[in-house]
């Protein structure tokens, strides 16, 4: 009985090309991420989060700014995990500027 390594190379093969696309989708640039991040600072700041929710829109802009330097260092990752966080905090800054706003009326 002869052992074919044929199946075993094509099998690491087809691993190897899954494990590599999967992380090439993984690291690159966060870039959709860093555009929802700014836009929803963006739309905070139309809220009036500057005056009635200045905590969260700084938060927000410093998890940004964290993005932005660690996208600089290709920590896409890190990068990626601080624009989520960013954009998180800026709709907090939102919601908490509407809701005081609705109050005062």
Request: some cysteine; overall charge negative.
């Amino acid at each position: 009985m002869k052992l074919s390594l044929r199946p075993i190379l094509l099998f690491i093969g087809a691993l190897f090309a899954t494990l590599l696309l999967a992380t090439a989708c993984e690291t690159g640039p966060p870039v959709q991420e860093m555009s929802d991040a700014r836009q929803a600072i963006a739309v905070a700041r139309e809220a009036g989060a500057e005056a009635h929710a200045l905590t969260e829109l700084l938060a927000a802009e410093e998890y940004l700014q964290s993005a932005e330097q660690k996208l600089n260092h290709q920590a896409y990752a890190d990068a990626r995990h601080d624009a989520l966080q960013a954009k998180s905090k800026a709709q907090d800054a939102r919601q908490l500027s509407e809701d005081k706003k609705a109050e005062k009326n």
